[in-house]
T-cell receptor, first 110, second 115 residues
Framework: TQLLEQSPQFLSIQEGENLTVYCNSSSVFSSLQWYRQEPGEGPVLLVTVVTGGEVKKLKRLTFQFGDARKDSSLHITAAQPGDTGLYLCAGEGSARQLTFGSGTQLTVLP | GAVVSQHPSWVICKSGTSVKIECRSLDFQATTMFWYRQFPKQSLMLMATSNEGSKATYEQGVEKDKFLINHASLTLSTLTVTSAHPEDSSFYIC???????????FGSGTRLTVV
């Protein structure tokens, strides 16, 4: 069974601060995806990284995929209250199934 | 963009009854759909992979006779929770592979409460 460890589990910061969320595994994934989920809704895809060492930027969000394709990070610059939510990483397996990390509940205080 | 519609968004049922949840891909064909369960303050756990025209593949520990999955067409998969019990109360979410840029699209989820 492929497992994804995500840290930290909870994060509460002030508006304007930077933060990084980590997603680590002992397994190699064909792709790794980051989602954001609001209460009572399904996850919404933020980004997919496929190539080892890949870096993608989405406005204030920067996503990195490790060279060995086992780990990833999400960095948010100058966090805003609108960034509050549950952030989930998910690794794609050989049968296209996703294994989700435990999630990071981010709260950005105004 | 790709849209997955999931219904109902919430349901309350009595213990011992069955509940059906539908997951439809509105603007694309989904040969494979996935069903997840999410308990409060926890992440999504894959329950089963639903393949159009064939039997679903269940994850270890998921009772296939309790969670019946039917994927009769390329745009519809259903999950039926049979003889529901309070411990089945959870947030159930479906997803489909869009086939575009490794994309997955998730439904909006179904909150099941068994009383």
């Amino acid at each position: 069974t492929q497992l994804l460890e995500q840290s930290p589990q909870f994060l509460s910061i002030q508006e304007g601060e930077n933060l990084t969320v980590y997603c680590n595994s002992s397994s190699v994934f064909s792709s790794l995806q980051w989602y954001r989920q609001e209460p009572g809704e399904g996850p919404v895809l933020l980004v997919t990284v496929v190539t080892g060492g890949e870096v993608k930027k989405l406005k204030r969000l920067t996503f990195q995929f490790g060279d060995a394709r086992k780990d990833s990070s999400l960095h948010i610059t100058a966090a805003q209250p609108g960034d509050t939510g549950l952030y989930l990483c998910a690794g794609e397996g050989s049968a296209r199934q996703l294994t989700f990390g435990s999630g990071t509940q981010l709260t950005v205080l105004p | 963009g790709a849209v997955v519609s999931q219904h109902p968004s919430w349901v309350i049922c009595k213990s011992g009854t069955s509940v059906k949840i539908e997951c439809r891909s509105l603007d694309f064909q989904a040969t494979t759909m996935f069903w997840y369960r999410q308990f409060p303050k926890q992440s999504l756990m894959l329950m089963a992979t639903s393949n159009e025209g064939s039997k679903a593949t269940y994850e270890q520990g998921v009772e296939k006779d309790k969670f019946l999955i039917n994927h009769a067409s390329l745009t519809l998969s259903t999950l039926t929770v049979t003889s529901a019990h309070p411990e089945d109360s959870s947030f159930y979410i479906c997803s489909a592979v869009t086939g575009i840029d490794y994309g997955y699209t998730f439904g909006s989820g179904t909150r099941l409460t068994v009383v």
